[in-house]
């Protein structure tokens, strides 16, 4: 509630309590009236019973009173709907900002043990689903106002008769409270099936190679048509407790107004245009707390979606990273790892104890089997990462803090599996350093030896579609090697750069990391090849743990 109330802002909160207000006022006005315009087209300007002075106006004038409250109340109702839309539109776009910008913001170790796919449906599916909650949020304080304004007017036409028609509603609505709770249960139950449907979904299109190479491409489609069977079988008995609900009060509220009218015309002698007025009354309020109670589910079923959001970004917050600070360390003579020790959570291996030097200008090699620490120590020579114990070093400078962060800005990393954005070549190597000139881009194609780009349709301008699916993996890779390039690192990070790739391409890499031994520091991840054979030096992890070598 604090994170809605937050976003909303406390001026819309305000604008939109107050449109409610003023128009649920003339309203209750408007219904107030008709006992005057009874009363003047019956001739009998005095009710008995009533706290009521009657204007003594002509029927002209009260009809022109009567249809300008109309009037009012529908431009009230218009400027209402759209500070409403305004409100639901500021809190669902501030959290999904502020939802990217917690998770964007958050240290490596926290991001890297959160599950994406969750991340996804939440940022998609669950925001959207929060954008309900504010409806029916803004739809129980406008429909409760409404309310509380008609059983204003109904205490002006008869005390006693507004005090019963008060309790009832109240006890209607105390009656329905389980399926208020039961829209919650189902409510959590929707954003895990969500989430079930967002990792199965990921899971078969990252996987459409093997799904077809072993012939499961009926069992992943069988998989995710029960997933979205069981979704919405959630949702069906969601609209089902809604249709119990308005059958409920429409049901009740019939037999309340049968019997109220029975005892105001047999027992309490309530007069004719009183009774008229208070059936009008009752004939508007009765959808208010249908509307209410509809709502009020509204609310209990969409909320788990806008806690499960302000619970990823109180946790993505609470893990967020120092700022970076001005001036980040420079690599001139060596990174030092000083007795560095990190354990990821979950059990994942990590590093124990590791002391070495990579110097300046070198091309050095972390090699070592799966598990063994290899790229834990990247993540921490790159500063994703800081260690539990002991220090990283840069030329003295202890990457800590805002410091480390700043040292992320003179780093680059190149992957087994190239990313590419969606754009030309040119987007893909500006993404990295957006000011680079032609010159620039040049010599870093040069430099990865991907001068093939010219040759493409288009050159350096040539679409490269999604992930770059336009070309083969070698040629992704060495435009991933130029974008990293192309930044100017002081510090070159490469994981198993060229595991995935054919002879060809794999020599083209290798050549063009050769080529840096001596003007770029380079840190190589790797089983074996020859990018772990070009490296000036070698250092060997087993266990977490240097070995000789």
């Not at 003594?56 to 004038?61: C, E, I, N, Q």
């Not at 190479?213 to 069988?222: I, K, L, M, N, V």
């Not at 360390?329 to 124990?352: I, K, Q, Y």
């Not at 032609?438 to 093939?452: C, K, N, T």
Request: net charge positive; aromatic share 4%; glycine share 8%.
């Amino acid at each position: 509630m604090r994170t809605l109330l937050d976003l909303a802002g406390q001026r819309r909160l305000l604008g939109l309590a107050l449109l409610t207000m003023i128009a649920a006022t003339s309203e209750g006005a408007g219904v107030v009236l008709l006992v005057p315009l009874i009363s003047s087209l019956t001739g009998d300007m005095t009710v008995a019973g009533m706290a009521l002075v009657l204007p003594d106006w002509p029927l002209a004038s009260l009809l022109v009173v009567f249809v300008s409250l109309v009037a009012l109340r529908a431009l009230l109702e218009v400027a209402r709907s759209l500070a409403a839309l305004r409100l639901e539109v500021a809190v669902v776009d501030g959290l999904r900002r502020r939802a990217v910008a917690a998770l964007l913001g958050a240290e490596w170790r926290a991001l890297s043990a959160m599950r994406q796919s969750a991340n996804r449906a939440l940022l998609v599916t669950s925001v959207d689903r929060a954008g309900e909650a504010v409806h029916h949020f803004a739809a129980i304080v406008r429909t409760a106002i409404g309310l509380a304004v008609l059983g204003a007017a109904g205490i002006v036409l008869s005390p006693r008769f507004a005090l019963g028609c008060v309790l009832a509603a109240m006890s209607a609505l105390a009656a329905l409270r389980w399926l208020r709770r039961d829209a919650r249960r189902l409510g959590e139950a929707l954003t895990r099936r969500y989430e079930a449907i967002y990792l199965r979904l990921e899971q078969t299109l990252s996987a459409l190679r093997l799904v077809k190479s072993f012939g499961r491409e009926a069992a992943e489609a069988e998989a995710l048509a029960n997933a979205f069977t069981s979704l919405r079988q959630t949702e069906r008995r969601h609209v089902l407790g809604s249709a119990l609900a308005r059958a409920a009060l429409q049901t009740g509220a019939a037999l309340l107004l049968a019997a109220v009218v029975w005892l105001a015309v047999t027992r309490w002698g309530l007069a004719i245009p009183v009774l008229l007025a208070f059936v009008a009354l009752a004939v508007r309020a009765v959808p208010l707390v249908e509307a209410l109670q509809i709502s009020a589910q509204g609310w209990a079923h969409a909320s788990p979606a806008f806690e499960e959001a302000s619970r990823l970004i109180a946790d993505a917050e609470a893990a967020a990273e120092a700022t970076a600070g001005d001036e980040a360390p420079r690599l001139r003579s060596a990174m030092v790892f000083e007795h560095v020790t990190f354990a990821h959570a979950a059990g994942r291996p990590g590093v124990t104890d590791v002391s070495l030097t990579v110097p300046a200008g070198s091309i050095t090699a972390l090699v070592g089997p799966s598990g063994s620490g290899k790229s834990t120590l990247a993540d921490l020579a790159g500063g994703l990462l800081s260690p539990d114990e002991g220090w990283v070093r840069i030329d003295g400078i202890v990457l800590a803090g805002g410091r480390r962060n700043a040292w992320r800005r003179r780093v680059a990393y190149v992957q087994q599996e190239p990313v590419l954005f969606s754009g030309s070549v040119r987007d893909n190597l500006l993404w990295a350093a957006p000011r680079a000139g032609e010159a620039q881009l040049r010599r870093a194609l040069a430099g990865a030896a991907a001068d093939f780009v010219h040759a493409l349709p288009g050159g350096l301008d040539c679409p490269l579609g999604e992930g770059g699916r336009a070309l083969s993996g070698g040629e992704r890779q060495r435009i991933a090697l130029a974008r990293a390039l192309l930044r100017d690192p002081d510090l070159l990070i490469l994981d198993e750069a060229t595991g995935a790739l054919d002879a060809d391409s794999a020599r083209a890499i290798v050549a063009a990391v050769c080529a840096l031994a001596g003007r770029r520091t380079v840190l190589v991840i790797g089983h074996r090849g020859a990018l772990v054979e070009c490296a000036d030096r070698r250092i060997d992890l087993s266990g977490g743990r240097t070995a000789a070598g």
